[in-house]
């Protein structure tokens, strides 16, 4: 289980047309920022390299400046499990 935080930085007046296309992306939540067009973003996988891809593609997304990724946790077990210690 991967999951990575990001910050998508987009041009504010369209910072939401861009989040509804990160949201299309699998594994991918926009928790917020679209009015300052810094979209808080959470990204959910099984491999670095899917991740990495993912994050890649959003660079290629209409309206992005581009993607700063904050923080990367990778554990063994799947998420479902960790919770339930």
């Not at 939540?29 to 491999?47: D, P, S």
């Not at 946790?73 to 799947?78: A, F, I, S, V």
């Amino acid at each position: 289980m991967n999951i990575c935080s990001a910050i998508v930085h987009a041009k504010p007046e369209v910072a939401g047309i861009v989040q509804a296309s990160l949201e299309e992306f699998a594994g991918v939540e926009v928790h917020g920022g679209a009015e300052e067009g810094k979209l808080i973003v959470t990204l959910e996988g099984e491999g670095d390299d899917a991740l990495a891809d993912t994050m890649a593609k959003f660079n290629d997304v209409s309206g992005v400046i581009n993607t700063v990724m904050i923080y990367h946790y990778c554990g063994d077990e799947p998420a479902d499990k960790e919770v339930m210690k």
